[in-house]
């Protein structure tokens, strides 16, 4: 069974600098393309970035509000992956959830199985 | 920067059929996904490649594109398919993600 665990959430203030892991199982991790994904209080999910494993090159690719200030790594010796996020800004509060790549049915999928979350509070 | 645009609201009877719309430029050549997330979970994957349902979810989601439009059909909507429904596709160069602006699907 596939599990994403988030972690290092928390309340830290604005121009502050937090990371954030996500611990995996269940899948090969050095196979998938991991993405964040964050979520607003009330508001609709945005797409932060995504690195692709190692074999297809470990490149990562950014939203524009966000580059520049998150950066997305990985450790495959671990089953972990990072997002480093620095001059946070009160716009930054949400829920930021980890999500991994998956073959379904012979097709690779790359937003396929979800964390439960992790809060991130910027705030004075 | 490139933006998926969705209805924010769709309403009906238990049994009838919602139809939720996704407008986006770069449809035509890029696959188009659908999730559900229900009040206070995380989002679950319910059709990808435009039109394929993961094994679990139920038959009575669909997808369909056309054009700059995909669609996610729920035929005889349950109680329990009260949800936000997201919309999810890559722009052109297939480097960047972006969400739909969401749709809460309320069936009362």
């Known amino acids: 069974e596939v599990q994403l665990v988030e972690s290092g959430g928390g309340l830290v203030k604005p121009g502050g600098s937090l990371r954030l892991s996500c611990a995996a199982s269940?899948?090969?991790?050095?196979?998938?393309?991991m993405t964040w994904v964050r979520q607003a209080p009330g508001k609709g999910l945005e797409w932060i970035g995504r690195?692709?494993?190692?074999?297809?090159?470990?490149?990562?690719d950014y939203a524009e509000p966000v580059k520049g200030r998150f950066t997305i790594s990985r450790d495959d010796s671990k089953n972990t992956l990072y997002l480093q996020m620095n001059s946070l800004e009160t716009e930054d509060t949400a829920v930021y959830y980890c999500a991994t790549s998956a073959t379904i049915n012979t097709i690779v999928v790359v937003i396929a199985y979800w964390g439960q979350g992790t809060l991130v509070t910027a705030s004075s | 920067s490139y933006e998926l645009t969705q209805p924010p609201s769709v309403s009906m009877s238990p049994g009838q059929t919602a139809r939720i719309t996704c407008s986006g430029d770069a449809l035509p050549k890029k696959y188009a996904y659908w999730y559900q997330q229900k009040s206070g979970q995380a989002p679950v994957l319910v059709i990808y490649?435009?039109?394929k349902r993961p094994s679990g979810i139920p038959e009575r989601f669909s997808g369909s594109t056309s054009g700059t439009m995909a669609t996610l059909t729920i035929s005889g909507a349950q109680v329990e398919d009260e949800a936000d429904y997201y919309c999810?596709?890559?722009?052109?160069?297939?480097?960047?993600?972006?969400f739909g602006t969401g749709t809460k699907v309320t069936v009362l």
């Open positions: 690195i692709k494993s190692k074999t297809d090159g470990g490149t990562t």
């Open positions: 269940g899948f090969t991790f050095s196979n998938a393309w």
């Open positions: 490649d435009d039109s």
């Open positions: 999810y596709s890559t722009d052109s160069s297939g480097n960047h993600g972006v």
